[in-house]
């Protein structure tokens, strides 16, 4: 990266030194070299990060003094044992006492050397650079006896008391890596520093709030979104006790105490909602702090509301799914079943069902069983409007299509579904003309708006409901059959109530606990049950729910008494004193299977034993 190298030389030879190596360097300003300047030392490691240098190479005194000074990393150009050995060899021809003066963080065993120096030697060590005058002066007196070895400010300073001195020059390997290694350092430092940055927007940049603390529970990282959420500038948080600072989130200091990650987790801080995810930091398995994040949920909260209102209000959302439909009867669980084997399919289906017995429930959790689920579900009732409004709403039209249409046009009901499942209820009523461009939907998957040229391209599941069988309607031609065999690919009855006689007081009482808001007891009276499931619920589940409701406000059941049947004394049932021996054979037959299925018997089994085809089995029980 070519950042800049600054250099305290202590004497010309170590400058030379330097310039001989990286000669390059020097001359384009690469590394810059300062001669020292005792004096001043503190400020000239100022000095060099002035001029722009990004790691200062001193000698052991040089470091000592330039350390807190600046912001940059010193490097200690050290002083080897050979290093020693050659200036004290130096100092061994001038015949005097030879005095080395080190810093006590030079290793240099004399014991180890004593032998090989051939001389003696004195030697002083000292802790801090303010021990130096002192070490210096103590040999004085006996100046012209001895030698004084050492560093650039030893050396400084027993010139300063007219003493013999020799420096210890660093070896030109040693030199080279010390140099060498600054520049790593620095490429490494600014390396780490770009990564930082992108770390550092990375993480601003984020929708998620951010905080980590270390061991000592200081924050070492906090970015904008956090400091916006939590109302606090980074300079009051960063290096502070969390607690201290941010007590609202205490919580990630007990899982850093714990050891234990946690996510997923519901907070409340003050007026804010927040949802974290807590993580211990480690490092070669050893722990060094905790890092959360977390959103403000309070918002996302609002705007889903909003988009459900919306979705709810276009009929663009399906709420119901199979676990949440109170089933007990056998017959109903084995439609649920068929409903959800058919659900997971993408194929057309048509519910068959009388009004009230819950089609539209069953097709939301076919929706949301199917891989549509995520998309949109568009429910219409098809008997509900007119001919020519059904048309616009299901294929939408062009502005100026006719009188009244709204600028700009509108997108149909298909167009809305587009990618999930249109619900069209009642399809048994819809015109000639309008099942034609219903049934081009189906076979091209594309629709024309009204009023205009050209056509959209349409991936949509249709799910279909009627109250009656369509079948007799394509016998009466008052039913395409080309759109009944489309439409009919799949099909699903659905029992009217009085033929899942088990899910009745079940229901009954699961619409009195919903409607009493779980505040009464749904328990009711054996006599109450029997009036329940002795009536006929033409208006199936619906009708039971407004029963329910009326029990709730009245505490009475009102049932039209023409509805009742008393099952057990059907037999009484005759035209004019003569029995219908039909009507009691189909009630003994219904009777029969209906007790086989309570007791669990699946309706193959029950095929078998009335020894006809599971078809005809379906077709007495769907009648």
């Known amino acids: 990266m070519n950042e800049k190298i600054g250099v305290i030389a202590w004497d010309m030879g170590l400058k030379e030194t330097i310039i001989e190596l990286f000669e390059n360097d020097v001359k384009n300003n690469r590394i810059v070299i300062d001669m020292l300047d005792p ?83 004195i030697v002083e060590k000292f802790k801090k650079n303010s021990e130096v005058d002192e070490k210096v002066k103590k040999y004085i007196e006996n100046k012209k006896d001895v030698i004084i070895v050492g560093s650039g400010i030893v050396c400084s300073l027993a010139r300063k008391y007219g003493m013999h001195n020799i420096f210890i020059n660093a070896s030109k390997e040693s030199i080279y890596d010390t140099i060498k290694y ?82 997923g987790e519901i907070k409340q801080l003050k007026d804010l909602i927040i949802t974290t995810n807590t993580s211990i930091i480690k490092v070669d398995g050893n722990t060094h702090g905790a890092l959360c994040s977390f959103q403000d949920i309070t918002k ?110 509108k997108p149909g009901l298909f167009e809305l579904a587009h990618g999930g499942t249109i619900f069209l209820d009642e399809i048994n009523s819809i015109s000639l003309d309008l099942q034609v461009k219903l049934l081009r939907v189906l076979e091209e998957k594309e629709i024309m708006r009204i009023g205009s040229d050209y056509v959209t391209p349409l991936d949509v599941r249709v799910i279909a409901a009627g109250n009656e069988e369509l ?43 919903e409607l009493s808001n779980n505040d009464s007891d749904s328990s009711i009276d054996i006599e109450i049950e029997e009036m329940l499931l002795n009536y006929s619920w033409p208006g199936n589940v619906r009708e039971l729910r407004n029963a329910a409701q009326r029990y709730v406000l009245l505490n009475e059941i009102n049932l039209d008494e023409s509805e009742i049947i008393k099952y057990d004394d059907v037999e009484k049932r005759n035209l004019d004193g003569a029995l219908n021996l039909k009507e009691i054979n189909k009630y003994i037959e219904d009777k029969i299977i209906d007790m086989l299925l309570k007791q669990g018997m699946t309706k193959t089994e029950v095929a078998n034993m009335l020894d006809i085809s599971r078809t005809a089995l379906w077709k007495k029980i769907n009648k």
Request: a positive charge; proline letters at 2%.
């Open 39 to 121: 004096d001043n030392m503190e400020r000239q490691g100022l000095k060099l990060e002035k001029k722009g240098v990004k790691a200062i190479v001193a000698r052991s005194g040089g470091y000592r003094y330039i350390s807190g000074t600046v912001n940059i990393p010193i490097v200690q150009l050290k002083i080897t044992a050979i290093d020693i050995l050659q200036a004290v060899k130096k100092a061994s021809k001038y015949m005097k006492g030879i005095v080395l003066i080190i810093w006590e963080g030079v290793y240099f065993n004399y014991n180890e050397w004593k032998d090989i120096i051939n001389a003696e030697v």
């Open 182 to 263: 600054a520049k790593e350092l620095v490429d490494n430092l600014e390396e780490e520093k770009f990564k930082t940055e992108v770390l550092k927007t990375v993480l601003d940049g984020v929708h998620d709030a951010v905080i980590a603390i270390d061991n000592e529970q200081r924050v070492i990282l906090y970015n904008e979104r956090a400091s916006k959420l939590l109302r606090k500038a980074s300079e009051y948080v960063i290096n502070k006790k969390i607690l201290e600072v941010l007590p609202a989130v205490d919580f990630m200091v007990d899982i850093l105490e714990n050891r234990a990650d946690r996510h």
């Open 300 to 409: 996302l909260q609002k705007l889903e509301k909003q988009i459900r209102y919306e979705l709810n209000k276009k009929g663009l959302y399906a709420k119901h799914r199979f676990e949440d439909l109170i089933v007990k009867d056998p017959i109903m669980r084995g439609t649920i079943e068929k409903a959800k084997n058919v659900g997971v399919s993408d194929c057309t289906v048509i519910l068959y069902g009388e009004s009230g017995t819950g089609k539209e429930m069953i097709a939301q959790s076919m929706h949301n069983i199917s891989p549509r689920k995520d998309s949109p579900f568009v429910a219409i009732n098809c008997a509900a409007l007119s001919a020519n409004l059904l048309e616009s709403e299901l294929f939408g039209y062009e502005e100026g299509a006719f009188t009244g249409a709204r600028r700009g046009g």
């Open 471 to 513: 079948k007799r309607k394509v016998d009466d031609g008052s039913f395409r059959k080309d759109l009944f065999y489309r439409l009919s690919i799949l099909e699903v009855d659905i029992p009217p109530l009085r033929e899942r006689r088990g899910d009745i007081v079940t229901l009954f009482k699961h619409y009195l606990n």
